[in-house]
């Protein structure tokens, strides 16, 4: 799978208010309207995907001929939440994660109200939450995070007991770690986990937290407010400045992860013209991907692979302009696939 969305104009982003005489209680997780887009080798795609289901083979893929064998197609994921319904008032959109390789996803599953993990060669399908088929148990949910080699899954709550719950697919066993309830990102297999204790909006002095797998604290530092996401290999975290700086740039800050410190402070040179960038995933260890943003609501410059090391830049031509809202990337380069 090369990434997950939620395609543009859903009624996702336009549900109506209900009717406040309306006596049926609705659902908790009123829509389910995410897409995975996936690129197999025809005859290929029910092994590779788990589902009967693949459309388009041939023609082009970012820019270049592929052959009649090549496919892609937008598979509708029905059961996997994409915006819940907290109250009358409160609604809140819920994250859905792809690995890296785009064999797996978690996500918040409407059938089994607990978020689930799903290996799409395999068609396993294991929990990695407990049930939460409450507004208050939803509402508690922070963070949902996969590891870069997809073998860990983890989900942290905020509430009266903040934690992380840290699930190994192969075995299904949940580690539980209390104290934490969000999270910045975990290494391969999980060896590293960043997070922080900054629970609610009172939360006063917060620190940023390096962890290892069975809770021990291998690093600590003082909270910024842009702490950014940890790398694959665990050791930098990096952040896009939110705002251009006086000089009118903006910059990518990677800072070691244990102890915080600025390593290095990156102009972003994406593209001639004024854009947005907005942090996606990292790529590998040196690589980060990055989106281009137009000044105007609503547009894109395209997505580019930015490298930590050297501030370069290269337009990743395998991902349309506006694939869709809200995506979560896999396997990036469809001739990966």
């Not at 251009?244 to 070691?256: L, Q």
Request: charged share 25%.
């Amino acid at each position: 799978m090369q990434y997950a969305f939620i395609p543009e104009g859903s009624e996702c982003h336009s549900w109506p208010s209900r009717r406040i005489d309306e006596e049926t209680k609705p659902p908790l997780i009123g829509c389910t309207e995410r897409r995975l887009h996936v690129n197999f080798k025809s005859g290929d795609g029910r092994r590779d995907i788990g589902t009967p289901y693949g459309a388009g083979c041939g023609g082009y893929r970012g820019g270049v001929s592929v052959g009649d064998d090549d496919c892609s197609g937008d598979i509708p994921l029905y059961d996997a939440a994409s915006q819940v319904e907290l109250s009358e008032n409160k609604r809140r959109g819920i994250a859905l994660q792809v690995s890296r390789d785009g064999h797996r996803v978690a996500y918040l599953s409407k059938k089994y109200m607990r978020f689930m993990s799903w290996d799409l060669p395999t068609a396993q399908l294991k929990a990695i939450s407990p049930r939460l088929d409450t507004a208050q148990a939803l509402d508690e949910v922070r963070d949902l995070a996969i590891s870069p080699d997809g073998k860990f899954f983890a989900v942290s709550f905020a509430g009266a007991q903040p934690r992380l719950l840290v699930t190994e697919f192969a075995t299904g066993q949940t580690i539980t770690i209390p104290g934490f309830c969000s999270i910045l990102g975990m290494s391969r297999g999980a060896s590293r986990i960043a997070t922080q204790k900054t629970c609610t909006e009172f939360d006063t002095g917060s620190r940023e937290i390096l962890l290892k797998r069975d809770g021990a604290v291998l690093g600590e530092w003082s909270a910024v407010d842009f702490p950014g996401y940890l790398s694959p290999d665990g050791r930098s975290m990096l952040a896009i400045l939110p705002e251009v700086s006086e000089d009118g740039d903006e910059y990518a800050v990677i800072r070691d992860a244990m102890t915080g410190k600025v390593t290095r402070k990156l102009k972003l040179d994406l593209l001639s013209e004024p854009s947005d960038a907005i942090e996606h995933a990292w790529l590998t260890n040196d690589e980060y991907i990055i989106e281009a943003e137009t000044p105007e609501p609503d547009g894109s410059f395209g997505y580019y692979r930015f490298n930590v090391k050297t501030g370069a830049s290269h337009r990743i031509r395998d991902l349309g302009l506006n694939p869709g809202e809200s995506i979560s990337l896999g396997i990036v380069f469809a001739r990966d696939h």
